[in-house]
């Protein structure tokens, strides 16, 4: 068998994530990791992975099946998607939902003039929880849609904290609240305000010195980022945080609430919910995944851009329909 | 819009969940019920569904776009599907998962030789546990499946305990194993066996004067049924089991425990969980939508037998793809 030729663009904690996930697949090979950075200055997880220069990937043409695109959403992956693809199939994780429909239109019409095809939006939030909400929807078309983050670390909230003057260093964990998690799943189909439904807790590390009440009262008011939740700040030492908050745990849960019968009488709820060890290597595992289909989409002649309500489920696997049907269906 | 129109052959708790459904959605109408029973001795739903005798059912040839077969898997489906397919695009909901190759090979030939096309093994399980079972094992591929059902009734065990002699009624739970559902919810990756994982409650109505410890032993030691589980047996009257257990709820639970990272030292947990009202209702609910992608697969130009597996999750939906982008993703 022809093994699936996979290249990756950017090597953060998703681009590591990405090669280890390859590496789990035995119809997949990684050509190579293209990074801004010198190739010597790039230290990958695994000893085989070769490193190039960003400038070297036109080089690659016609020997990668498909890119997996793992920038980041604000910035580069706008411009990185629709260039990449005039000559790659690509995956990209674009995740600011706002402007998906913008992304997927500039990367649908690179792909249809190369001929290439793009699956854009690929993870668990957009990706995984979308499918949820659209399986959800089409099931049951008269409920209510949940969906729930964490318990699990916001990049974007950690980021906000370490801006407060006198942090040295902090991390923010978005925790849904349980009372609100429990009326969804009891059926009562709860009106839930953004306080109701999650809570926020950061873990800071303050300069010496530093005014302690200060920094509380400006994280928890911070407007957008904290304001409009209820906050919990604890101060730790540097070690306390290298210690305990080094990973990157994340999850959620999508809900379905529907009612069926003569007259809406019979209650029903669909839960998903994922617990992960690390948000970002899991977020590899499903661009993988969908790398896989990307290659069958080629196959069967697709053109521009796709998402993964898109994408047929089988595509995602190794097996044969007929292994599928009859494994695990 | 053009609405679906859609038929119905058998006209049981699944055939009435289906009428039900297909109320539910704005671009389908219901052509009518056909049924073995004299149309006049069917009750149905709503007061305008029409109900046809069977054997009309090929002068609506053109007139229905996508025929739901709702009976039985024991002997109804393998033989109506492959002939019904031979005159209409059908979906069925298949269940006997060991005989679905099978019954995958005989509808698909049928299909190709008509140039019709069939969804079989529509459902939850199977159905849609099945597609969380292949999105876990994409996602995930070192990891192990679990699959728990309940807490819900049990037709089939149902039945057998009502052909135990002394028995005037009764009514069979299957219930998951709390121990074992949470063991997997935490990542503990168990080995579980059948007694592990499900016990088995039974609400039994006897005849009067019967030897209720010996109605008890000969349920509770029953081969297939229940002799491989931890089996309670409570009798109660006619009146308790009408009142209190006269619903078919069903439900259950089907996780992928999986891991990554360089040396899988990330866990992972995926959990699909279902509680549902009522089993046929919502098992209805699920073939009304795949309906609605046949439909699509028919405009697509497909051809033959197909599973959930290949069904793009956007032809569930009524809604177009720039709308489930901007909604739903």
């Known amino acids: 068998m022809q093994k699936i030729k996979l290249g990756i663009l950017g090597y953060g904690n ?5 090669e280890l996930a390859i590496a789990q697949n035995d119809d997949m090979e990684l050509v190579g990791v293209f990074s801004r950075r010198k190739p010597e200055n790039v230290k990958t997880a695994l000893a085989g992975t070769k490193v190039y220069p960003l400038d070297t990937m036109n080089d690659f ?9 793992c920038g980041g959403s604000a910035t580069d992956l706008p411009k990185q998607t629709p260039e990449c693809i005039s000559k790659f199939n690509c995956i990209d994780s674009f995740d600011t939902h706002a402007k998906i429909p ?11 003039q190369a001929g290439t095809v793009g ?9 995984m929880f979308s499918l949820n ?16 983050w964490g318990k699990g670390v916001s990049q974007g909230h950690s980021d906000a904290i370490r801006r407060v003057e006198g942090v040295a260093d902090g991390k923010q964990y978005t925790v849904p609240v349980t009372d609100a998690l429990d009326a969804v799943r009891a059926g009562k189909n709860p009106d839930l305000t953004t306080r109701q439904k999650h809570t926020r807790e950061c873990f800071v590390v303050a300069k010496p010195g530093a005014d302690l009440a200060r920094i509380e009262n400006e994280i928890k008011t911070m407007p957008n980022y904290f304001a409009d939740y209820d906050t919990t700040v604890h101060f730790i030492s540097q070690e306390e945080l290298d210690r305990d908050h080094a990973g990157i745990p994340h999850g959620g849960f999508v809900l379905r609430s529907g009612a069926t019968g003569v007259n809406g009488e019979t209650a029903h709820v669909i839960e998903y919910g994922i617990k992960l060890g690390s948000n970002p290597e899991f977020t590899a595992s499903v661009l993988v995944a969908y790398a896989r289909a ?13 998402t993964v309500f898109d994408i047929p489920p089988a595509w995602l696997s190794p097996k044969s329909g007929a292994e599928l049907r009859a494994e695990l269906l």
Do not use: C
């Open 61 to 69: 043409v016609g020997k990668i099946d498909v890119m997996i695109l």
């Open 14 to 18: 998703l681009g590591r994530g990405v």
């Open 102 to 112: 913008e992304h997927f239109a500039a990367v649908d019409a690179a792909a249809k």
């Open 119 to 127: 699956i854009i939006s690929v993870g668990w939030d957009p990706g």
């Open 133 to 148: 909400r659209l399986y959800g929807n089409a099931l049951l078309p008269q409920g209510k849609d949940y969906t729930f």
């Open 294 to 306: 990307a290659a069958r989409l080629v196959a069967h002649g697709g053109k521009g851009a796709y």
